[in-house]
């Protein structure tokens, strides 16, 4: 009868022994840095970015992206070092521009913040209430976009103030609005 339990605790150490431990997947959201976003297999490649990326993290999410598109042919390496945005030339070009984002795209692109993105179920409501945010803070001009998600500035007649101000206070009616939804 006693070298059942010692039978079961025999195995269950070899089982605990026989695989390498998993890393905890992180609870919060962190500042990583963005190649830390990258994960092994293409479904989880696509970095996301997040309300407060700076434009330099954003350029090291492309970085895969690029290069895809690089081994896909439509861009140039040289080109993309010296920081050119490639412009088609033809419609021959075109082509293959788009056939190699049609590649690249769904693996490498980075997702949109998960507040702006359309398969979020709360998007549209995070709009709306960045619109409330920026109207309280004295811009005009200011709705949802007909996409149900983003931000319209300056109205039909393109007030440049509501433009200014408005592009001045969307991050921080961005962050107040998260950080609220998340209460």
């Not at 521009?97 to 359309?118: G, H, M, S, T, V």
């Amino acid at each position: 009868m006693r070298r059942t339990p010692v039978l079961v605790v025999a195995v269950l150490a070899l089982a605990a022994c026989s695989s390498p431990p998993k890393a905890a997947a992180p609870e919060v959201a962190s500042l990583a840095s963005p190649s830390a976003a990258v994960s092994a297999s293409p479904q989880t490649q696509r970095p996301r970015e997040r309300l407060d990326t700076t434009s330099e993290e954003y350029l090291a999410m492309l970085a895969p992206y690029n290069k895809c598109m690089v081994e896909q042919g439509a861009m140039s390496k040289a080109a993309l070092a010296k920081g050119a945005v490639p412009k088609p030339a033809s419609a021959k070009d075109v082509a293959k521009y788009d056939e190699a984002n049609r590649i690249c795209e769904p693996q490498y692109f980075p997702l949109p913040p998960w507040e702006k993105d359309p398969a979020n179920p709360e998007a549209k409501d995070f709009a709306r209430d960045v619109v409330k945010c920026l109207k309280n803070k004295g811009v005009e001009y200011v709705e949802v976009s007909d996409d149900g998600i983003s931000i319209a500035l300056g109205g039909d007649d393109n007030d440049p103030k509501s433009i200014s101000l408005g592009m001045d206070l969307i991050p921080g009616c961005e962050r107040a609005t998260a950080a609220a939804m998340k209460k």
